[in-house]
């Protein structure tokens, strides 16, 4: 048979976690049953015999082909070499005279074990996991069909679950649904609505599950249950040997979920971003997107501390994962795979997640608006979403000192509740988007900001009320564009760096 377009395809783009070519012009190759081990453990994949590395088609010598067919299929069939067997069958193709097989390798229900050992694809080489117990386990707990955060805990009940957790989450329903179905439950009935109690089918007996202790359990009873779970949240923009600022977090998955976007908000500027004719904040919608799949979406059969963290030029997150691939993710052909199905469901009803493979579309979305550029979704036994940052999101901020906060403060508190009044009007009357476009401000906060302004004010008082660090960026990207569209003007026109130069609404 010619070889199709397709498979010719494949072996253009070259080797691959999926893709292997072996060179086999005589006789089959004894990494080639490692290579089979390796694709059945993983992803299935493709593997192409009389075909060089580079991709070059060198073909089979003619004599040979017959042979190699039943080697292959002799050797794939006994449960000495290959355990379990594998019913498999190479194709034979020809490509401009030149003879190939082709050899199809599904992906296995079960942990495939060749010459008694476990291989496993990363990248494009077979890796021997045999002695890693670690990478073993992970291994079988993504051939299994049941997910571990339903592990069941009958030694505890419902009763040993956080209450005031439990009533905040069904408070939250209220965001999607005024009269949500939980809203007039139980603390049971609402737990089994959501799958969080459940039967262990060993032992018969029923009891809360580990997704329920992770999303309502106290402290103490997280740790007795999984000790490794912990949440890394880093800020790394000056001190890049070290950190400038770090929450270590180890609570349940509401909290966590607060506590790490506080620090997202305390650490990124909420940049002007205009979606469609109204104004958004592109920030929070990343970091509700990126934080809610960090907790929900994890492996917490692993104990790879989960991340976040903020560097000058990007955020990342990083958690171990049940990967169904490796690799980039593309936003056109993402099929996405529930991974703590429990879990997420509860993160949706409380309005922390939408629907599945939402997150990575809105993520999209969001960091072209924040900062002209996309972002990465690598798949792998680490998940790692990668969101470029445009140099005003980071050279803005940072860890403020106690003084500073203090100031601003004391100068938010000085906008009284008449002046506060004034807000909305200025928004419409003086905030308009193709001028602010060049202020890096909210269309709010620069509102609040002429509010301000209304008597003069010093830059250090200006800088300090919309909580920026650096002033030189205050300068540039709001002092300077004010005064340019007319919004305010120096006192001290003459003298631009006079240290007495204050700034007032015009």
């Not at 571990?148 to 957790?165: E, Q």
Request: charged share 25%; aromatic share 8%; proline share 4%.
């Amino acid at each position: 048979m010619i070889l199709p377009s397709e498979l010719l395809a494949l072996i253009e783009q070259g080797e691959t976690h999926t893709v292997e070519f072996k060179k086999s012009t005589a006789d089959i190759t004894k990494d080639t049953y490692e290579t089979v081990c390796s694709f059945s453990n993983r992803d299935g994949g493709h593997i192409f015999l009389g075909v060089k590395d580079n991709g070059t088609i060198i073909g089979i010598q003619p004599d040979c082909v017959d042979q190699m067919k039943k080697d292959f299929v002799t050797t794939i069939n006994n449960g000495n070499k290959m355990y379990p067997p594998l019913y498999l069958i190479p194709i034979e193709y020809e490509w401009e005279a030149k003879t190939i097989l082709y050899i199809r390798v599904p992906v296995s229900s079960n942990v495939c074990r060749c010459s008694g050992r476990i291989y496993d694809r990363n990248h494009e080489a077979d890796i021997d996991i045999t002695n890693n117990e670690g990478l073993v386990y992970q291994l079988y707990a993504r051939k299994q069909d049941t997910y571990y955060v339903n592990k069941v805990f009958p030694v505890f009940s419902v009763m040993d679950l956080r209450h005031d957790l439990i009533e905040r989450a069904r408070e939250m329903t209220k965001v999607r649904i005024d009269m949500h179905p939980w809203l007039n439950m139980t603390d049971e009935e609402m737990l089994r609505s959501a799958g969080l109690i459940l039967t262990d089918i060993t032992s018969g007996k029923e009891g809360i599950t580990l997704a329920s202790i992770l999303l309502f359990g106290t402290d103490n009873m997280i740790l007795s249950v999984l000790s490794h779970h912990k949440t890394d949240a880093i800020f790394r923009v000056y001190n890049t040997d070290r950190y400038d600022d770090r929450d270590v977090i180890i609570t349940n998955l509401l909290d966590s979920y607060d506590r790490l976007m506080g620090f997202g908000k305390r650490h990124l500027n909420d940049l002007f971003a205009m979606d469609g004719i109204i104004s958004v904040s592109a920030r929070d919608k990343i970091l509700r997107e990126i934080i809610s799949n960090l907790l929900a979406h994890r492996d917490f059969s692993n104990a790879y501390v989960a991340k976040l963290v903020i560097e000058k030029e990007r955020i990342f997150t990083e958690n171990s994962n049940r990967s169904h691939g490796y690799g980039n993710l593309d936003l056109a052909t993402f099929e996405p795979f529930p991974k703590n199905p429990s879990i997420s469901k509860v993160f949706r009803e409380i309005g922390l997640a939408d629907e599945l493979g939402s997150g990575m579309r809105n993520t999209y979305k969001y960091t072209q608006l924040y900062s002209n550029a996309e972002p990465e979704f690598k798949e792998g036994d680490i998940f790692r979403i990668i969101v470029p940052l445009s140099e005003a999101a980071t050279s803005t901020v940072g860890p403020i000192e106690n003084s500073n906060i203090q100031a601003s403060t004391e100068v938010t508190t000085q906008v009284s509740t008449e002046v506060t009044t004034q807000v909305s009007t200025e928004v419409t009357t003086q905030v308009n988007p193709e001028i602010t476009a060049q202020i890096k401000l909210s269309s709010e906060k620069l509102a609040e900001l002429l509010v301000y302004c209304s008597t003069p004010k010093s830059r250090k008082e200006l800088q300090t009320f919309c909580g920026i660090k650096t002033a030189e960026y205050f300068r540039k990207n709001i002092i300077n564009p004010m005064i340019k569209n007319k919004m305010i003007r120096p006192t001290i026109p003459d003298k631009p760096n006079s240290r007495n130069q204050k700034y007032v609404k015009i």
